[in-house]
C-alpha cells in the first residue's frame, strides 16, 4: 500500500516536498515512480527511481526543476519540486514501475487518493 502526501496551495516559482510511504518488506526490491492527473487529462509519468536509487528518469518538462529520491531504510520515494509552474497542478501518485518503459509494474493495485498540488500564477 502507498501513501502520498505533501500537497498543497502554492504559487508559482515556490517548492514543494512530497512524500510516498509504502507498506511492506518487498519496497527496496522496486524501482518507483511518481505519476500526475491534471483536471481533464490523462495520467502521466513524471519521475522514476531505481531500487536503489542510482538511476532516475524524468518528464521532460520536470527536468532541472524536480528531483525524486528514495530512503529504503524509510520505505519512502521523495519528490523535490522546484519553481513549480500553474501547468503542474494536478494529483499526484506513486507507484511501482517498469524504469525501461516508465509504466506501472505489473500487479500494481490500487492508486489510491494521492496528494494535490495547486499552483498558483
Known amino acids: 500500500q502507498l501513501q502520498a502526501s505533501g500537497g498543497g496551495f502554492v504559487q508559482a516559482g515556490d517548492s514543494l516536498r512530497l512524500s510516498c510511504a509504502a507498506s511492506?518488506?518487498?519496497?527496496?526490491?522496486?524501482?518507483m515512480g511518481w505519476f500526475r492527473q491534471a483536471p481533464g487529462k490523462e495520467r502521466e509519468f513524471v519521475a522514476g527511481?531505481?531500487?536503489?536509487?542510482?538511476?532516475?528518469i524524468y518528464l521532460d518538462f520536470v527536468k532541472g526543476r524536480f528531483i525524486i529520491s528514495r530512503d529504503n531504510a524509510k520505505n519512502t520515494v521523495y519528490l523535490q519540486m522546484n519553481s513549480l509552474k500553474a501547468e503542474d497542478t494536478a494529483v499526484y501518485y506513486c507507484?511501482?514501475?517498469?524504469?525501461?518503459?516508465?509504466?506501472?509494474?505489473?500487479?500494481?493495485?490500487?492508486w489510491g487518493q494521492g496528494t494535490l498540488v495547486t499552483v498558483s500564477s
Open positions: 527511481i531505481s531500487w536503489n536509487g542510482g538511476r532516475t
Open positions: 511492506g518488506r518487498t519496497f527496496s526490491d522496486n524501482n
Open positions: 507507484a511501482p514501475i517498469i524504469f525501461s518503459t516508465r509504466t506501472v509494474a505489473p500487479g500494481f493495485g490500487s
